[in-house]
């Protein structure tokens, strides 16, 4: 299995001024890659842009021309697009019963669901054209367990997890690779107020850089369609979904 040659390769990151999606852009750098941030934060992702030679695109990913911009974005200033990395997204903050508001819901789901939607169908046509490449979502271990604590942030992380799977055998005819990425509690800004309560409790929060050597692996993988684990103490890895029953 040779490793990803960033040489020539252009990125496009959601979400990519903070957190995980600034760890990817400095690994995808370092490896040669061109890179076009889309963030809400213009200042951070700006700032970090310049310092990496790429460009700053202000996305907000739940409207899709946003999506549209930044795809065009990336074909402007470098030819084309090789990897798509749609990792913005937000928690809930809100159950079905307690605390409950239809604003702050829709909001979750119309970054975390729409936006990796309004984000692959505006990457694919740039994919296309180079003949292939790679769209990885950011999704979560909450898309693989229940997580009763934010039931929606579960919802909408188990359909970015099946939309992969779904899409990723779709376009294998085409060398386009649709993977996700799915990290444990990782010490970044989205864990809010909730950090405290995991130190408390003694609950492991995954480094940054563990997910982003999870990235990397899927980078320099061959398969498609695959949900790989990311999470404390264990090397990362495709889950191993167990089969439906069939008809008799």
Known sequence: MAAFDGAGKVALITGGSNGIGAAVARLLADRGVRLVLADIDDERGGALAEELGGRFVHCDVRDPSHSEAAVAAAVEAFGGLDVAFLNAGVTSGCGIEDGFDAETYRRAMAINLDGVVYGVHAAL???????????????????????????????????????????????????????????????????????????????????????????????????????????????PGPFKFRGVPGPR
């Open 125 to 235: 046509p740039a994919l296309r054209a180079r003949g292939g490449g790679d769209i990885i979502v950011t999704a979560s271990m909450a898309g693989l367990t229940p997580t009763p604590f934010d039931p929606f942030y579960g919802a909408n992380k188990a359909a970015v997890v099946a939309l992969a799977r779904a899409l990723g055998p779709a376009y294998a005819p085409e060398g386009i690779r649709v993977n996700a990425l799915c990290p444990s509690f990782a010490d970044t800004a989205i864990l809010g107020d909730m950090k405290g309560d995991l130190e408390r409790t003694g609950f492991p929060i995954l480094e940054v850089d563990d997910v982003v050597q999870a990235f990397g692996a899927i980078l320099d993988g061959e398969d498609t369609g695959e949900a790989w684990f990311v999470v404390p103490g264990r090397e």
